[in-house]
């Protein structure tokens, strides 16, 4: 009964390396999030997608590409891997309600990466 | 853009007492303000939230108060209890034409014996 999910948990590579992290959701809502969580636990929302749309792309680097086949799933790529790109991801969604404002956020478990 | 700030970072409360976490924002718009708990390497969870068109809210132990016009809002937590150690985050919603969660930088409560 899992609602938000993530693959992998855990991911370890070398720099320059391309990676990919996975969310799902079962909650049926229309907009997903990825979140940054660095050494020092400051949460910092990445990118956003309602619907399969993009809606939020703060300012990340470009070597971070999401991309939402379906609303309930947004994957997160990276290209040549740095030293810096060493937190933990975390996906959340939630449901947009009337106003066009979204509800509570319900975070997955969160892929921890390392960079070596 | 909105700005959260939060304190304190560090709150050590012996069990039983109660914790204060107090945070302000920057953006009059926000009309959302969710508190989460994450407890070490979790994810982190919902625990209370406070809508604008209301001063306070309680849950149990739990309680978040609002103050619109000085724009900070407090988590209060009664009778703390050891397993009430985590980091707690604030956040508000930016009410721009995407709704953006903007969190605080986090409290570390430890509750001692």
């Known amino acids: 009964d899992t609602a938000v999910s993530q693959t992998p948990k855990y991911l370890v590579t070398q720099m320059g390396n391309d990676k990919s992290i996975k969310c799902e959701q079962n909650?049926?809502?229309?907009?997903m999030y990825w979140y940054k969580q660095d050494s020092k636990k400051f949460l910092k929302i990445m990118f956003s997608y309602n619907n399969k749309e993009l809606i939020i792309n703060e300012t990340v680097p470009n070597r971070f590409s999401p991309k939402s086949p379906d609303k309930a799933h947004l994957n997160l790529h990276i290209n040549s891997l740095e030293l810096g790109d060493s937190a933990v991801y975390f996906c959340?969604?939630?449901?947009?309600?009337?106003?066009?404002?979204?509800?509570?956020?319900?975070f997955g478990p969160g892929t921890r990466l390392t960079v070596l | 853009g909105e700005n959260v700030e939060q304190h304190p970072s560090t709150l050590s409360v012996q069990e039983g007492d109660s914790a204060v976490i107090k945070c302000t924002y920057s953006d009059s718009a926000s009309n959302y303000f969710p508190w989460y708990k994450q407890e070490l390497g979790k994810r982190p969870q919902l625990i209370i939230d406070?809508?604008?068109?209301?001063g306070e809210k309680k849950d149990q132990r739990i309680a978040v108060t609002l103050n619109k016009t000085a724009k900070h809002f407090s988590l209060h937590i009664t009778e703390t209890q050891p397993e009430d150690s985590a980091v707690y985050f604030c956040a508000a919603r930016y009410t721009g034409t995407a709704s953006k969660l903007t969190f605080g930088t986090g409290t570390r409560l430890q509750v001692t014996l």
């Open positions: 909650l049926g809502h229309d907009t």
């Open positions: 406070i809508r604008s068109n209301v």
């Open positions: 959340a969604s939630s449901q947009l309600v009337s106003g066009g404002v979204a509800d509570t956020q319900y």
